[in-house]
């Protein structure tokens, strides 16, 4: 019995598994940053509007409060995807950690 030819597997490298990982982290980070400002902009505004009216006001600033929030946790994810290591980075070290000692 002749064994089975394997089919080539489908499944993408681990690294390229990671950039993509990365690059969908960065998209995201980008339109949440953008859907923020947008409604910051538009809470900072009614505020203004609603200077007059105490509970209205309150209910703006909370939404304010909240987009800021927000905005805060997307900075969080963006400083956390531009420190990450790099695939050159990654494969460097490997590299490195496999390479005979040096005569230095």
Do not use: W
Not at 59 to 82: K, M, P, S, V, Y
């Amino acid at each position: 019995m002749s064994p089975t030819p394997k089919r080539p597997s489908r499944r993408k490298p681990r690294e390229q598994r990671l950039d993509d990982l990365e690059a969908l982290a960065r998209t995201v980070a980008h339109y949440l940053n953008n859907v923020f400002a947008a409604i910051l902009g538009c809470a900072d505004l009614l505020a203004m509007r609603l200077a007059g009216n105490a509970a209205a006001l309150e209910d703006a600033q909370e939404i304010q409060r909240a987009a800021e929030r927000g905005a805060a946790l997307t900075r969080q994810l963006h400083t956390f995807i531009t420190q990450a290591p790099t695939p050159s980075a990654r494969s460097a070290r490997r590299r490195v950690r496999g390479a005979p000692p040096t005569g230095t």
